[in-house]
């Protein structure tokens, strides 16, 4: 898909008009339908506001990952996106999971990498009306989630480990690492050190993503 068209996905999915984006945007409608007809391409300091707008501006170019940014906007943007969805209906599980999956690893794809779980296997699982693989589910729970979210949306959507913590703290925008005699009195030595080794495993992926 060309780079106009996933602007025009993204405003209509996001703003629902070229107006209401326009208004946002603080620029005339005849310039976003230049955008998102391809007659002209943003420059850097418009891009730059789409992007406090909530778009991803990797997805936008790549059509890689969520088409929301990794920002508040875009954050608030997801969730409405999903809740006008019906995610949380108990029949949508596989919709909840990824939204879980996009909210504290960006995208399906990183969370592959982080987890070393096959993204073929893991789209396949997510696809509409397939049933959730239990397998998929244990790993959620290791890597935070709280599998019991997944059907009842009264739980907290962090599982009690050491990365459902990490990512809480993350998300409430807390980006200290918790005291490690505070973590020994509630993890084993074992819990600690694999939730280590898989926080570096993520800062190595981000390093990487960085310098490309």
Not at 22 to 27: I, V, W
Not at 51 to 67: C, P, Q, R, V
Not at 140 to 169: A, P, Q, R
């Amino acid at each position: 898909m060309a780079v106009h068209k996933r602007l025009k996905e993204f405003i209509l999915t996001c703003y629902t008009s070229q107006i209401n984006f326009a208004e946002e945007m603080n620029l005339s409608k005849s310039c976003i339908a230049r955008y998102v007809s391809g007659l002209v391409k943003p420059d850097g300091k418009c891009l730059i506001k789409m992007h406090e707008k909530g778009l991803s501006i990797n997805w936008l170019f790549s059509g890689t990952g969520s088409m929301f940014a990794d920002n508040e906007t875009g954050k608030k943007l997801k969730f409405n996106y999903y809740k006008s969805n019906k995610i949380f209906l108990e029949n949508l599980n596989s919709k909840r999971i990824k939204y879980w999956i996009e909210t504290n690893y960006n995208s399906l794809e990183h969370y592959s990498a982080c987890t070393s779980y096959p993204l073929a296997d893991l789209e396949q699982s997510l696809e509409e009306n397939n049933v959730i693989d239990p397998i998929i589910l244990r790993v959620l729970e290791i890597t935070g989630c709280n599998s019991k979210w997944i059907f009842d949306d009264n739980e907290s959507m962090y599982n009690d480990n050491v990365m459902g913590i990490k990512l809480s703290n993350r998300n409430n925008n807390n980006n200290s690492i918790e005291n490690l005699s505070i973590l020994s009195e509630k993890f084993t030595l074992e819990e600690i050190m694999n939730y280590f080794l898989m926080l570096d495993k993520l800062l190595d992926l981000n390093n990487n993503g960085n310098n490309k």
